[in-house]
């Protein structure tokens, strides 16, 4: 069974600032199964957006996996998430600063 994404939230926002960074909910969604969309924003500015991994990627141990998106400047992340809210509109949104997010986050599918 796995957590939800509220619970999920949570413990990405606690262990960020635990590790000395910093995350912020950007946009709440549904308690229970919203997706979550993190945002990764390097000391320098630069942005990745992880989303939730595809389907063929799903953990067997319930756990939530994710993978970059192709979105690389604030432009594309708010353009991206525009389009999930239309599609969506259950989801949430966390942004984190100055930490690696594979630290964090079960990252699949990346190429680097």
């Known amino acids: 069974?796995?957590?939800?994404?509220?619970?999920f939230v949570a413990q990405l926002v606690r262990r960020a600032f635990g590790a000395?960074?910093?995350a912020a909910v950007v946009r709440k969604g549904a308690e229970a199964a919203g997706a979550i969309f993190v945002i990764s924003r390097a000391r320098g500015g630069a942005v990745t957006l992880f989303g939730p991994a595809v389907q063929s990627f799903a953990a067997d141990d319930g756990g939530r996996r994710f993978m970059r998106e192709s979105a690389i400047d604030d432009a594309a992340v708010a353009a991206?998430?525009?389009?999930e809210a239309r599609f969506d509109?259950?989801?949430?949104v966390v942004e984190i600063e100055d930490l690696a997010p594979?630290?964090?986050?079960?990252v699949v599918g990346?190429?680097?």
């Open 1 to 7: 069974m796995r957590i939800t994404s509220e619970l």
């Open 20 to 22: 000395g960074g910093f």
């Open 80 to 83: 991206r998430l525009e389009r």
């Open 89 to 92: 509109p259950d989801f949430w």
């Open 102 to 106: 594979d630290d964090f986050l079960a």
């Open 110 to 112: 990346d190429d680097g």
